[in-house]
């Protein structure tokens, strides 16, 4: 049974997520409820290996590190 939903959303990422339903050849509305059903599905626990857990935690950042700022600007001197 499908049910409508009301969603608060912004303006840009509408037109966005609109055109990108479009050029997939998908519905907006199909888009969403495969979203929320990937988020709501039953995850089996993920393993960490032995050596990512040894690393976890050795690496320590500055306490006003902004990371979309740290990011942009590794893909700004990429490109």
């Given at each position: 049974?499908?049910?409508?939903?009301t969603l608060t959303v912004e303006a840009d990422v509408i037109k966005k997520a609109?055109?990108?339903?479009?050029?997939?050849?998908?519905?907006?509305?199909?888009?969403?409820?495969?979203?929320?059903?990937?988020?709501?599905?039953?995850?089996?626990?993920?393993?960490?290996?032995?050596?990512?857990?040894?690393?976890?935690?050795?690496?320590?950042?500055?306490?006003?590190?902004?990371?979309?700022?740290?990011?942009?600007?590794?893909?700004?001197?990429?490109?």
């Amino acid at each position: 049974m499908t049910t409508k939903l009301t969603l608060t959303v912004e303006a840009d990422v509408i037109k966005k997520a609109k055109l990108y339903a479009k050029h997939t050849g998908r519905s907006l509305s199909e888009l969403i409820e495969n979203y929320l059903e990937t988020l709501t599905e039953d995850q089996p626990a993920m393993q960490i290996s032995p050596k990512l857990k040894k690393l976890a935690g050795s690496v320590t950042l500055p306490a006003d590190f902004d990371e979309k700022k740290e990011l942009r600007a590794y893909f700004e001197n990429k490109h």
